[in-house]
Protein backbone atom coordinates (compact mmCIF):
# COMPACT_ATOMS: atom_id res chain seq x y z
CA UNK A 1 0.00 0.00 0.00
CA UNK A 2 1.42 3.32 -0.96
CA UNK A 3 2.36 5.39 1.59
CA UNK A 4 -0.12 8.00 3.37
CA UNK A 5 -0.32 11.53 1.68
CA UNK A 6 -1.62 14.92 2.20
CA UNK A 7 -4.79 15.92 0.05
CA UNK A 8 -4.45 19.50 -0.16
CA UNK A 9 -7.57 22.22 -1.68
CA UNK A 10 -8.50 25.48 -1.49
CA UNK A 11 -11.87 27.26 -0.26
CA UNK A 12 -12.25 29.46 -2.98
CA UNK A 13 -13.68 32.96 -1.79
CA UNK A 14 -14.07 36.66 -3.60
CA UNK A 15 -10.72 38.40 -2.41
CA UNK A 16 -9.63 36.72 -0.02
CA UNK A 17 -10.81 34.89 3.94
CA UNK A 18 -9.80 37.98 5.63
CA UNK A 19 -13.09 39.90 6.23
CA UNK A 20 -10.92 43.49 5.54
CA UNK A 21 -9.28 41.78 2.59
CA UNK A 22 -11.35 43.35 -0.23
CA UNK A 23 -9.81 46.90 1.23
CA UNK A 24 -6.12 45.49 1.27
CA UNK A 25 -3.84 47.03 -1.74
CA UNK A 26 -3.10 43.23 -3.51
CA UNK A 27 -6.77 42.14 -4.05
CA UNK A 28 -9.42 43.13 -6.47
CA UNK A 29 -12.85 44.66 -4.88
CA UNK A 30 -14.56 43.19 -7.56
CA UNK A 31 -13.54 39.73 -7.48
CA UNK A 32 -16.77 38.34 -6.24
CA UNK A 33 -18.28 39.03 -9.53
CA UNK A 34 -15.48 38.19 -12.16
CA UNK A 35 -15.62 34.51 -12.94
CA UNK A 36 -12.00 34.73 -14.54
CA UNK A 37 -11.13 35.42 -10.48
CA UNK A 38 -12.71 31.83 -9.30
CA UNK A 39 -10.84 30.41 -12.02
CA UNK A 40 -7.18 32.12 -12.16
CA UNK A 41 -7.35 30.87 -8.73
CA UNK A 42 -8.31 27.18 -9.38
CA UNK A 43 -5.69 26.94 -12.19
CA UNK A 44 -2.99 27.98 -9.67
CA UNK A 45 -3.99 25.32 -7.03
CA UNK A 46 -4.27 22.67 -9.83
CA UNK A 47 -0.91 23.46 -11.18
CA UNK A 48 0.70 23.26 -8.12
CA UNK A 49 -1.19 19.96 -7.62
CA UNK A 50 -3.82 20.40 -5.26
CA UNK A 51 -6.74 18.31 -5.34
CA UNK A 52 -10.20 20.08 -4.40
CA UNK A 53 -11.16 23.47 -4.93
CA UNK A 54 -14.10 24.21 -3.06
CA UNK A 55 -17.18 26.39 -3.37
CA UNK A 56 -19.08 27.28 0.00
CA UNK A 57 -22.48 28.74 -0.75
CA UNK A 58 -25.43 30.55 1.45
CA UNK A 59 -29.09 30.65 0.47
CA UNK A 60 -29.46 34.59 1.51
CA UNK A 61 -27.60 37.55 3.09
CA UNK A 62 -27.33 37.18 6.92
CA UNK A 63 -29.66 39.46 9.39
CA UNK A 64 -26.39 42.13 10.26
CA UNK A 65 -26.06 45.73 11.26
CA UNK A 66 -26.89 47.98 7.72
CA UNK A 67 -23.59 49.53 8.20
CA UNK A 68 -21.86 46.40 8.50
CA UNK A 69 -23.71 45.25 4.98
CA UNK A 70 -22.18 48.23 3.17
CA UNK A 71 -18.54 47.29 4.26
CA UNK A 72 -18.28 43.73 3.24
CA UNK A 73 -17.72 41.59 0.03
CA UNK A 74 -18.61 38.78 1.04
CA UNK A 75 -22.71 38.13 1.59
CA UNK A 76 -22.22 38.52 -2.45
CA UNK A 77 -20.04 36.03 -4.00
CA UNK A 78 -21.87 36.98 -7.29
CA UNK A 79 -22.23 33.30 -8.52
CA UNK A 80 -24.61 30.50 -7.50
CA UNK A 81 -22.13 27.48 -6.26
CA UNK A 82 -22.93 24.90 -9.29
CA UNK A 83 -23.02 27.31 -12.11
CA UNK A 84 -19.61 28.74 -10.78
CA UNK A 85 -18.55 24.76 -10.35
CA UNK A 86 -19.30 24.66 -13.98
CA UNK A 87 -17.40 26.97 -14.92
CA UNK A 88 -14.05 26.57 -12.73
CA UNK A 89 -14.54 22.52 -14.19
CA UNK A 90 -15.09 23.42 -17.57
CA UNK A 91 -11.52 25.42 -17.40
CA UNK A 92 -9.38 22.76 -15.49
CA UNK A 93 -8.59 19.46 -16.40
CA UNK A 94 -7.63 17.69 -12.38
CA UNK A 95 -8.36 18.91 -9.32
CA UNK A 96 -11.63 18.28 -8.42
CA UNK A 97 -14.38 20.96 -7.81
CA UNK A 98 -17.00 20.69 -4.68
CA UNK A 99 -20.04 22.55 -4.78
CA UNK A 100 -22.52 23.22 -1.68
CA UNK A 101 -25.81 22.64 -1.94
CA UNK A 102 -28.75 22.64 0.61
CA UNK A 103 -30.88 19.59 1.74
CA UNK A 104 -33.27 21.92 3.01
CA UNK A 105 -34.70 24.03 -0.06
CA UNK A 106 -33.96 21.59 -3.19
CA UNK A 107 -35.38 18.30 -4.28
CA UNK A 108 -33.68 15.60 -4.35
CA UNK A 109 -34.40 14.79 -7.75
CA UNK A 110 -33.79 17.87 -9.37
CA UNK A 111 -29.87 18.07 -7.06
CA UNK A 112 -28.88 14.77 -8.61
CA UNK A 113 -29.88 15.56 -11.81
CA UNK A 114 -27.64 18.55 -11.46
CA UNK A 115 -25.15 17.25 -9.54
CA UNK A 116 -24.45 13.92 -11.83
CA UNK A 117 -24.57 16.43 -14.70
CA UNK A 118 -21.96 18.37 -13.47
CA UNK A 119 -19.88 15.16 -13.00
CA UNK A 120 -20.13 14.50 -16.51
CA UNK A 121 -18.99 17.87 -17.70
CA UNK A 122 -15.97 17.49 -15.59
CA UNK A 123 -15.35 14.18 -16.36
CA UNK A 124 -15.51 12.83 -12.96
CA UNK A 125 -14.12 15.77 -10.87
CA UNK A 126 -17.32 16.73 -9.01
CA UNK A 127 -18.36 16.55 -4.96
CA UNK A 128 -21.13 17.73 -3.42
CA UNK A 129 -20.84 19.66 -0.13
CA UNK A 130 -24.18 18.84 1.96
CA UNK A 131 -25.42 21.58 3.93
CA UNK A 132 -28.59 21.94 5.63
CA UNK A 133 -28.55 25.78 5.74
CA UNK A 134 -28.66 27.29 8.90
CA UNK A 135 -29.68 31.12 8.99
CA UNK A 136 -33.32 32.06 9.55
CA UNK A 137 -32.74 34.69 6.24
CA UNK A 138 -32.25 31.71 4.08
CA UNK A 139 -35.25 29.83 5.31
CA UNK A 140 -37.42 33.38 4.69
CA UNK A 141 -36.35 32.78 0.78
CA UNK A 142 -38.42 29.72 0.37
CA UNK A 143 -41.71 28.20 1.20
CA UNK A 144 -42.14 26.88 3.94
CA UNK A 145 -40.81 23.60 5.17
CA UNK A 146 -42.35 21.41 8.36
CA UNK A 147 -39.43 21.94 10.51
CA UNK A 148 -36.20 24.09 10.81
CA UNK A 149 -35.00 22.73 14.01
CA UNK A 150 -31.45 21.73 14.45
CA UNK A 151 -32.56 17.81 14.71
CA UNK A 152 -35.00 18.13 11.72
CA UNK A 153 -32.69 19.36 9.42
CA UNK A 154 -30.30 16.75 9.98
CA UNK A 155 -32.89 13.83 9.87
CA UNK A 156 -34.28 15.90 6.74
CA UNK A 157 -30.91 16.02 5.24
CA UNK A 158 -30.17 12.12 6.19
CA UNK A 159 -33.13 11.28 3.83
CA UNK A 160 -32.65 13.50 1.38
CA UNK A 161 -28.85 11.82 0.89
CA UNK A 162 -30.30 8.61 0.74
CA UNK A 163 -32.95 9.68 -2.16
CA UNK A 164 -29.70 11.24 -4.04
CA UNK A 165 -27.60 8.32 -3.40
CA UNK A 166 -30.16 5.93 -4.92
CA UNK A 167 -31.43 7.98 -7.68
CA UNK A 168 -27.53 7.91 -8.87
CA UNK A 169 -27.53 4.07 -7.91
CA UNK A 170 -30.53 3.56 -10.23
CA UNK A 171 -27.78 3.02 -13.15
CA UNK A 172 -25.56 -0.15 -13.39
CA UNK A 173 -22.66 1.73 -15.07
CA UNK A 174 -21.34 -1.54 -16.31
CA UNK A 175 -24.65 -2.13 -18.37
CA UNK A 176 -24.55 1.06 -20.40
CA UNK A 177 -22.71 -1.08 -23.93
CA UNK A 178 -23.47 1.41 -26.41
CA UNK A 179 -23.14 -1.49 -28.84
CA UNK A 180 -23.60 -0.19 -32.93
CA UNK A 181 -23.40 -3.89 -33.84
CA UNK A 182 -26.25 -5.15 -31.89
CA UNK A 183 -28.20 -1.97 -31.56
CA UNK A 184 -28.20 -1.99 -28.02
CA UNK A 185 -27.25 0.76 -25.97
CA UNK A 186 -28.26 -0.44 -22.38
CA UNK A 187 -28.05 -3.68 -21.23
CA UNK A 188 -31.63 -5.00 -19.38
CA UNK A 189 -30.06 -4.53 -15.86
CA UNK A 190 -28.94 -0.60 -16.57
CA UNK A 191 -31.66 0.71 -14.88
CA UNK A 192 -33.94 0.34 -11.95
CA UNK A 193 -36.80 2.20 -9.89
CA UNK A 194 -36.30 3.68 -6.57
CA UNK A 195 -39.55 4.27 -5.43
CA UNK A 196 -38.36 5.80 -2.51
CA UNK A 197 -41.46 7.15 -0.02
CA UNK A 198 -40.42 8.92 2.97
CA UNK A 199 -41.15 11.52 5.74
CA UNK A 200 -39.77 14.21 3.34
CA UNK A 201 -39.39 13.28 0.29
CA UNK A 202 -40.64 10.81 -2.87
CA UNK A 203 -39.02 10.28 -6.13
CA UNK A 204 -40.13 7.29 -7.96
CA UNK A 205 -36.59 7.25 -10.45
CA UNK A 206 -34.61 6.31 -11.99
CA UNK A 207 -32.61 9.35 -12.83
CA UNK A 208 -32.30 10.36 -16.23
CA UNK A 209 -28.64 11.51 -16.44
CA UNK A 210 -25.75 8.74 -16.58
CA UNK A 211 -23.32 8.07 -14.07
CA UNK A 212 -19.82 9.56 -14.46
CA UNK A 213 -16.40 7.77 -15.14
CA UNK A 214 -16.54 8.23 -10.99
CA UNK A 215 -19.44 6.53 -10.76
CA UNK A 216 -21.23 9.37 -9.29
CA UNK A 217 -19.94 12.69 -7.01
CA UNK A 218 -18.11 12.50 -3.94
CA UNK A 219 -20.03 13.44 -0.75
CA UNK A 220 -19.05 16.29 1.74
CA UNK A 221 -19.87 17.05 4.88
CA UNK A 222 -18.70 20.28 7.29
CA UNK A 223 -20.97 19.95 10.02
CA UNK A 224 -19.26 19.33 13.54
CA UNK A 225 -21.93 18.66 15.80
CA UNK A 226 -23.12 15.61 16.81
CA UNK A 227 -25.78 15.22 14.41
CA UNK A 228 -23.17 16.50 11.71
CA UNK A 229 -20.68 14.07 12.57
CA UNK A 230 -23.42 11.12 12.67
CA UNK A 231 -24.31 12.59 9.19
CA UNK A 232 -20.40 12.14 8.09
CA UNK A 233 -20.14 8.73 9.71
CA UNK A 234 -22.77 7.35 7.57
CA UNK A 235 -22.65 8.60 4.80
CA UNK A 236 -19.42 11.18 3.45
CA UNK A 237 -16.13 10.66 1.68
CA UNK A 238 -14.39 14.31 2.79
CA UNK A 239 -15.66 16.33 5.97
CA UNK A 240 -14.36 19.70 6.16
CA UNK A 241 -14.17 20.93 10.04
CA UNK A 242 -12.62 24.04 12.11
CA UNK A 243 -10.55 23.33 14.67
CA UNK A 244 -8.13 25.91 15.98
CA UNK A 245 -6.15 23.65 17.96
CA UNK A 246 -3.82 20.16 17.69
CA UNK A 247 -5.86 19.24 20.33
CA UNK A 248 -9.38 19.93 19.52
CA UNK A 249 -8.35 18.73 15.84
CA UNK A 250 -6.98 15.25 17.31
CA UNK A 251 -10.05 14.70 19.38
CA UNK A 252 -12.59 15.45 16.81
CA UNK A 253 -10.80 13.36 14.22
CA UNK A 254 -10.35 10.19 16.46
CA UNK A 255 -14.40 10.56 17.34
CA UNK A 256 -15.19 10.56 13.88
CA UNK A 257 -12.67 7.66 12.58
CA UNK A 258 -14.67 5.80 15.54
CA UNK A 259 -18.04 6.58 14.33
CA UNK A 260 -16.99 5.38 10.73
CA UNK A 261 -15.82 2.02 11.85
CA UNK A 262 -18.94 1.71 14.36
CA UNK A 263 -21.34 2.29 11.06
CA UNK A 264 -19.11 -1.10 9.28
CA UNK A 265 -17.29 0.99 6.93
CA UNK A 266 -13.40 1.75 6.85
CA UNK A 267 -12.18 5.01 7.99
CA UNK A 268 -9.45 4.88 5.53
CA UNK A 269 -11.98 5.86 3.33
CA UNK A 270 -13.44 9.06 5.13
CA UNK A 271 -10.63 11.99 4.85
CA UNK A 272 -10.77 14.83 7.47
CA UNK A 273 -9.83 17.82 6.06
CA UNK A 274 -9.43 20.72 9.33
CA UNK A 275 -9.06 24.33 7.53
CA UNK A 276 -6.02 26.08 7.86
CA UNK A 277 -5.57 30.31 7.59
CA UNK A 278 -1.70 30.38 6.48
CA UNK A 279 -0.29 34.03 6.84
CA UNK A 280 3.82 33.47 5.56
CA UNK A 281 6.47 35.47 5.65
CA UNK A 282 10.10 35.38 4.93
CA UNK A 283 10.45 35.92 8.96
CA UNK A 284 7.96 35.32 11.52
CA UNK A 285 8.05 39.42 11.91
CA UNK A 286 7.43 40.18 8.34
CA UNK A 287 4.06 37.23 8.51
CA UNK A 288 3.26 38.88 11.30
CA UNK A 289 3.27 42.67 10.15
CA UNK A 290 1.26 40.91 6.84
CA UNK A 291 -1.42 40.07 9.63
CA UNK A 292 -1.50 43.24 11.47
CA UNK A 293 -1.68 45.64 8.34
CA UNK A 294 -5.35 43.13 7.79
CA UNK A 295 -6.15 43.62 11.34
CA UNK A 296 -5.82 47.29 11.15
CA UNK A 297 -8.29 47.37 7.99
CA UNK A 298 -11.24 45.91 10.10
CA UNK A 299 -13.82 48.01 10.73
CA UNK A 300 -15.60 47.06 14.46
CA UNK A 301 -19.12 47.09 13.30
CA UNK A 302 -17.68 44.40 10.46
CA UNK A 303 -16.18 42.16 12.90
CA UNK A 304 -19.14 42.28 15.44
CA UNK A 305 -21.33 41.52 12.28
CA UNK A 306 -19.36 38.42 11.41
CA UNK A 307 -19.29 37.55 14.86
CA UNK A 308 -22.85 37.20 15.59
CA UNK A 309 -23.37 35.17 12.50
CA UNK A 310 -20.98 32.82 13.76
CA UNK A 311 -22.02 32.39 16.97
CA UNK A 312 -25.41 31.44 15.38
CA UNK A 313 -27.16 34.15 14.06
CA UNK A 314 -27.30 36.23 17.88
CA UNK A 315 -28.00 39.69 18.59
CA UNK A 316 -25.40 41.31 20.55
CA UNK A 317 -26.92 45.10 20.74
CA UNK A 318 -26.82 46.33 23.60
CA UNK A 319 -23.18 43.81 25.13
CA UNK A 320 -20.63 45.27 26.74
CA UNK A 321 -18.08 44.65 23.57
CA UNK A 322 -15.20 45.48 25.90
CA UNK A 323 -16.64 42.52 28.32
CA UNK A 324 -16.70 39.06 28.14
CA UNK A 325 -18.90 37.32 25.66
CA UNK A 326 -22.46 36.49 27.70
CA UNK A 327 -23.54 33.42 28.12
CA UNK A 328 -25.76 32.51 25.11
CA UNK A 329 -28.84 30.08 24.42
CA UNK A 330 -27.80 27.22 21.85
CA UNK A 331 -27.80 27.85 18.34
CA UNK A 332 -30.44 26.56 16.26
CA UNK A 333 -28.04 27.49 12.87
CA UNK A 334 -24.40 27.22 13.07
CA UNK A 335 -24.34 25.15 16.24
CA UNK A 336 -20.89 23.67 16.84
CA UNK A 337 -19.49 26.95 15.31
CA UNK A 338 -21.25 28.24 18.39
CA UNK A 339 -19.81 26.22 20.48
CA UNK A 340 -16.28 26.69 18.73
CA UNK A 341 -16.08 30.45 19.44
CA UNK A 342 -17.67 30.34 23.04
CA UNK A 343 -14.78 28.24 23.97
CA UNK A 344 -12.08 30.42 22.73
CA UNK A 345 -13.83 33.36 24.00
CA UNK A 346 -12.75 31.54 27.69
CA UNK A 347 -10.12 29.88 26.35
CA UNK A 348 -7.88 33.05 25.54
CA UNK A 349 -10.07 35.47 27.88
CA UNK A 350 -11.19 37.17 24.81
CA UNK A 351 -13.69 40.36 25.07
CA UNK A 352 -16.69 40.23 22.70
CA UNK A 353 -14.92 42.68 20.28
CA UNK A 354 -11.51 41.09 20.84
CA UNK A 355 -13.37 37.66 19.89
CA UNK A 356 -14.42 39.22 16.75
CA UNK A 357 -10.94 40.65 15.89
CA UNK A 358 -9.62 37.25 16.49
CA UNK A 359 -12.14 35.22 14.12
CA UNK A 360 -12.08 38.29 11.41
CA UNK A 361 -9.79 36.00 8.98
CA UNK A 362 -9.93 32.48 10.28
CA UNK A 363 -13.58 32.10 11.22
CA UNK A 364 -12.61 29.67 13.90
CA UNK A 365 -10.25 27.39 12.05
CA UNK A 366 -6.69 26.88 12.79
CA UNK A 367 -4.51 29.93 12.58
CA UNK A 368 -0.91 30.17 11.64
CA UNK A 369 0.83 32.92 10.94
CA UNK A 370 4.55 32.61 10.16
CA UNK A 371 7.64 31.34 7.66
CA UNK A 372 7.16 28.55 5.14
CA UNK A 373 9.01 26.23 7.53
CA UNK A 374 6.87 26.92 10.78
CA UNK A 375 3.92 26.18 8.54
CA UNK A 376 5.08 23.25 6.67
CA UNK A 377 6.07 22.00 10.24
CA UNK A 378 3.17 22.16 12.30
CA UNK A 379 1.02 20.90 8.92
CA UNK A 380 3.14 17.39 9.56
CA UNK A 381 2.58 17.65 13.33
CA UNK A 382 -1.17 17.70 12.82
CA UNK A 383 -1.14 14.78 10.06
CA UNK A 384 1.58 12.48 11.96
CA UNK A 385 -0.45 13.19 15.39
CA UNK A 386 -3.73 11.11 13.84
CA UNK A 387 -5.72 15.17 13.72
CA UNK A 388 -5.82 15.82 9.52
CA UNK A 389 -5.69 13.57 6.54
CA UNK A 390 -5.21 16.86 4.91
CA UNK A 391 -6.31 20.38 4.83
CA UNK A 392 -8.20 22.78 3.50
CA UNK A 393 -6.34 26.41 2.84
CA UNK A 394 -8.62 29.26 3.58
CA UNK A 395 -6.41 32.30 1.92
CA UNK A 396 -5.88 35.63 3.68
CA UNK A 397 -5.77 37.49 0.49
CA UNK A 398 -6.25 36.47 -3.46
CA UNK A 399 -4.33 36.14 -4.78
CA UNK A 400 -0.85 36.81 -3.00
CA UNK A 401 -1.73 34.41 0.17
CA UNK A 402 -2.96 31.37 -1.60
CA UNK A 403 0.22 32.03 -4.06
CA UNK A 404 2.55 32.48 -1.17
CA UNK A 405 0.90 29.38 0.00
CA UNK A 406 1.59 27.55 -3.06
CA UNK A 407 5.46 29.24 -3.48
CA UNK A 408 6.70 28.72 -0.39
CA UNK A 409 5.23 25.84 1.73
CA UNK A 410 4.16 23.58 -0.86
CA UNK A 411 7.84 22.82 -2.22
CA UNK A 412 8.37 22.01 1.97
CA UNK A 413 5.69 19.81 2.46
CA UNK A 414 6.77 18.07 -0.83
CA UNK A 415 10.70 17.82 0.29
CA UNK A 416 9.31 16.29 3.15
CA UNK A 417 7.32 13.87 1.80
CA UNK A 418 4.09 14.77 3.05
CA UNK A 419 2.56 15.70 -0.36
CA UNK A 420 3.07 14.18 -3.66
CA UNK A 421 0.84 15.37 -7.13
CA UNK A 422 -1.02 12.57 -8.73
CA UNK A 423 -0.81 13.45 -12.50
CA UNK A 424 -2.44 10.47 -13.61
CA UNK A 425 -5.65 10.15 -11.62
CA UNK A 426 -8.75 10.88 -13.81
CA UNK A 427 -11.24 11.31 -11.45
CA UNK A 428 -11.25 13.12 -8.09
CA UNK A 429 -12.33 9.80 -6.74
CA UNK A 430 -8.99 8.37 -7.76
CA UNK A 431 -7.00 11.69 -6.97
CA UNK A 432 -8.23 11.06 -3.52
CA UNK A 433 -7.47 6.87 -3.29
CA UNK A 434 -10.91 6.52 -2.19
CA UNK A 435 -12.44 3.34 -3.21
CA UNK A 436 -15.70 3.58 -5.92
CA UNK A 437 -18.86 4.33 -4.71
CA UNK A 438 -20.72 2.06 -1.59
CA UNK A 439 -23.54 0.70 -2.91
CA UNK A 440 -26.90 0.83 -0.26
CA UNK A 441 -27.91 -2.50 -1.94
CA UNK A 442 -24.93 -4.10 -0.58
CA UNK A 443 -23.65 -2.35 1.69
CA UNK A 444 -19.95 -2.30 0.28
CA UNK A 445 -17.33 -0.64 -1.22
CA UNK A 446 -16.28 -1.49 -4.69
CA UNK A 447 -12.60 -1.90 -5.89
CA UNK A 448 -11.39 1.35 -7.84
CA UNK A 449 -11.52 1.07 -11.07
Known amino acids: MASRKLVLGTILYPSGHHVAAWRHPSTSASANVDVDHYIRSARAAEEA ?55 SFNEPYNLARQLASLDLISKGRIGWNIVTSSLEQERENFNPIPSFDHADRYERA ?56 QDHPILAQAGSSDAGKALAARTADVVFTAQPDLAAGRAFYQDLKQRRGAEGRSSDHLLVLPGIFPVVGRTRAEAEDRYATLQDLIQPEVALSLLETYLGDVDLSGVDIDGPLP ?54 DWFTAGAADGFMVLPPTFPDGQDDFIRDVVPLLTHRGLFEPDVTARTLRQRLNLPRPLRMNTKTERKSA
Open 49 to 103: GFHIAFISDRLGIPQSRAEALQRVDEWSHGFEALTLAAAVATATTRIGVIATAST
Open 158 to 213: SEFVETVLALWESWNPDSILRNKQSGVFLGPDALKSVDHEGRFFRSKGPLNVIPSS
Open 327 to 380: DLPQSNSIRSRQGLLTGLARQEGLSVIGLARRIAGARGHWQVIGTAEDIAGQME
